[in-house]
């Protein structure tokens, strides 16, 4: 039986109970645990994760092709607590959901237990049986109202498919369920593909998932699914839903009651019984990494559930990430474990919007250094959205920092918004007067004077999107100026409605983060601006050049939609640095170009995708503390032969961020060039991780990141 045990209980296994009946793998049960009852899954002996899961992208089966098939015949001895419950209202998970679950905690080093208790809905496992029944005839109840509601709308009317379109479904209809990117630029209408795949599952009585990096994007493509496909149920599945819906939501799917799921991460985990088709949409996004917990990735487990399962999975994307570009790439340049699939034009032909690299050093020259210190945005700059804003087209600036200002300091002695329990500024927030820490809440209202001085001449210093929409609005008197980031959108239904007001045309100038950048469909603008950019070019991350270029060729995507303004649409970037080869790639709107140098430049570096890493994080009262775990540890993993396996073990540091919240963190890579030794390695260090930390090195607390998305 599986229960919710972390892995550091020292409990890997399966636990076992008595049960008068034999039950089927995967029947949810509750059973005695300690002085409580919980929730848990019935399981088969072999519980214990596999060594060698192979990769969520590896072409070879996983280690337990084939589920047992036998139902378990639950505990014989006579010291064992008998199950309090069985959840027979509800069918048991199925095997394609066991081995998902079995192949992640494995992959992610978990405990087998707890992943799998903690990726069904929360209430789930605080029900019992009687109030279960209860919610299942609620959901039977609500599952009926269209039905007595008698008809079903008219089909809709379907768009005449692009010829890249019709090109792409054509291959798809042709091939064998496989992994296939979807590379097609902005616009290019990958949404309507993913509709017609669809549909094509739907009419077979199969059921389609849909993953999304952001809530943020899910009411549209919700919305657009569910105006394709009135006849069928669609539900989501997503942090934003109250745990009761969850449950309901997450029921309707395992029922099979409905054919459409459509949610965040969390929603490769939901159980679907007739599974169809798998869509990743954005497939790039960085969300997609669960960053706490079981540090999954959700498009690598739709990546290998679609293949477990034997059903297609579409990973779409403008600017794919880079290992699944190379994933992509066919023989012999690349191991071609995935389709390509290429949509290079926008619907309606219109084109990519031109790419404008503004240079700040001529503008400065031209117009004295003061023009860049006292303003945000280049006179020329400004004179283009002058003239948007009379045509009565909209733009959209780019600034990815939310707040006025990211730190406050005195002219006097330099003091500076530090958080006093954090290695980070204090970002200083207008509309409460407040200086908030971003990283652990820490707030407090501005002080009227300097802490330190006394002087009260204290200023921001930069500039965040708060500050941006004030100066616009000095700026440019008369526009309507909308500003969408997470402050704004925080209570329920906030970004909706401005949404919403943007479609309407009720905005004239948006000034928005990386939220807005991607994903909508705004029809009505025609230029975007990136207006500080340059902070992330010289990033420590190797990934920051690929994040910020796949950023800002989304963001310019969202100008020039309709192809009727597609030839007067602009993207303009605002740098100190117009050569740098990653604006210059940019400008050519090449990424193939550009991933092809990234790849390079990876390649010699034996970075990912050309190595494997896992990451090490502890946290600990003191940096010591931190360290000396992480030695231990590493004393460890040489212990059982990591050098040997080629495993490469790098020195403990300290983190980007070292303190959050009076924690000290500090971490550890490990880099393979092959993901099987890595694999090994960790499934027989990570249980002694446990021992490590005991004595002198105490930490509060340790984790290991898989395929982790920041170094
Ligand atoms: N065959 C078609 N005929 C007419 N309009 C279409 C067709 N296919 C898609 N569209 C429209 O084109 C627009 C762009 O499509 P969509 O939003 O799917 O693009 P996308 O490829 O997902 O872009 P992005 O990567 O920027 O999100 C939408 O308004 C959509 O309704
Ligand atoms: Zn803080």
């Known amino acids: 039986m599986l229960v919710a045990l972390p892995r550091h209980s020292g409990i890997d296994a399966a636990l076992d109970y008595l049960s008068p009946v034999a039950l089927p793998v995967g029947q949810l049960v509750r059973v005695p645990l300690g002085r409580r009852v919980v929730m848990g899954v019935a399981w088969d002996g072999g519980a214990s994760e596999p060594a060698d899961p192979g990769h969520p992208d590896d072409r070879a089966h996983p280690s337990h092709p084939t589920h047992p098939a036998d139902p378990v015949a639950v505990g014989e001895a006579a010291d064992l607590k008998p199950v309090a419950e069985v959840l027979e209202a509800l069918p048991p998970l199925d095997a394609g959901w066991c081995e998902l679950v ?49 008809e079903v709308p008219g089909a809709p009317t379907l768009p005449a498919l692009s010829e890249d379109q019709q090109a792409v479904l054509t291959a798809l209809a042709a091939s064998a369920p496989a992994t296939h990117l979807l590379h097609g630029v902005t616009g290019s209408g990958k949404t309507e593909v993913y509709l017609r795949a669809a549909e094509a599952e739907l009419a077979k009585g199969r059921q389609v998932l849909v993953l999304v990096p952001e809530i943020n994007l899910t009411p549209q493509l919700e919305a657009r699914f569910a105006q394709r496909f009135p006849a069928h149920r669609l539900v989501s599945l997503h942090s934003g839903l109250t745990p009761a819906q969850r449950l309901q939501h997450w029921l309707a799917a395992h029922l099979g009651q409905a054919q459409l799921v459509l949610g965040t ?122 003239e948007r804003v009379a045509r009565g087209e909209q733009s959209f600036v780019l600034l990815n920092r ?93 970004l909706e409605s401005q949404l919403a007001a943007v479609h309407a045309g009720e905005v004239d100038v948006l000034v928005g983060t990386q939220m807005v950048a991607k994903g909508h469909d705004f029809r009505r603008m025609t230029l975007v601006a990136a207006v500080n950019a340059d902070s992330a070019l010289f990033s420590s991350d190797f990934r920051a050049p690929e994040r910020l270029f796949a950023l800002l060729l989304q963001a310019a995507g969202r100008a020039g939609r309709d192809a009727a303004h597609a030839a007067r649409s602009e993207m303009w970037i605002q740098t100190w640095y117009p050569d740098h080869p990653l604006y210059q790639a940019l400008q050519a709107q090449d990424y193939e170009a550009f991933a092809a140098s990234q790849l390079a430049e990876r390649r010699v570096a034996s970075l990912p995708p050309f190595s494997c890493l896992a990451l090490l994080r502890a946290e600990a009262r003191s940096q010591e503390a931190a360290l000396g775990f992480l030695h231990e540890a590493a004393r460890a993993a040489e212990a059982l032969g990591a050098l040997q396996a080629g495993v490469q073990i790098y020195p403990p540091v300290p983190a980007a961020l070292q303190r959050v919240a009076n924690v000290e963190r500090a971490q550890m890579l490990l880099e393979a060039p092959l993901r099987p030794p ?34």
Request: aromatic residues 6%; hydrophobic residues 40%; positive net charge.
């Open 402 to 494: 939310r707040g006025y200002a990211p730190v406050l300091h005195c002219t006097g002695c330099g003091w500076k918004s530090g958080c006093p329990h954090c290695s980070a500024w204090r970002v200083f927030h207008k509309v409460d007067r407040s200086l908030r820490c971003h990283h652990c809440g820490f707030s407090e209202r501005v002080p009227r004077a300097c802490p330190v001085c006394g002087d009260p001449d204290i200023q921001p210093m930069g500039r965040g999107t708060e500050r941006l929409e004030e100066q616009l609005a000095e700026q440019l008197p008369g526009a309507r100026i909308g500003r969408i980031d997470a402050d704004t959108t925080r209570s329920k239904g906030s």
């Open 102 to 150: 079995r192949f992640a905690a494995g992959y992610y080093q978990r405990s087998l237990g707890e992943l799998a208790l903690t990726v069904l809905p929360p209430e789930l496992r605080d029900v019992d049986g009687v109030q279960l029944q209860r919610r299942l005839k609620r959901l039977a109840k609500r599952s009926a109202v269209p039905s007595i509601a008698g």
């Open 265 to 386: 991460r969390m929603a490769v985990f939901a159980s679907l019984p007739r599974l169809g088709l798998i869509v990743v949409d954005e497939e790039h996004d960085p969300s997609y990494k669960q960053q706490e917990g079981a540090r999954y990735s959700a498009r690598d487990l739709a990546v290998w559930r679609g293949r477990q399962a034997n059903v297609a999975v579409l990973l779409g994307s403008a600017t794919p990430s880079l290992e699944t570009w190379l994933n992509a790439t066919p023989a012999p340049e690349g191991p071609g474990r995935y389709q390509r699939l290429a949509m290079p034009r926008r619907i309606g032909d219109g084109g990519l919007p031109a790419v404008r690299l503004l240079d700040l050093q001529r503008v400065v020259g031209m117009h004295g250094s003061r023009v860049m210190r006292e303003h945000p945005l280049a006179p020329e700059l400004l004179a283009a959205l002058r």
């Open 678 to 711: 890595l694999q090994r390695l960790l499934a027989a260090w990570v249980p002694r991780l446990q021992e490590a930390n005991r004595g002198e090195h105490r930490v509060l607390r340790w984790a290991v990141d898989v395929d982790p998305q920041a170094i």
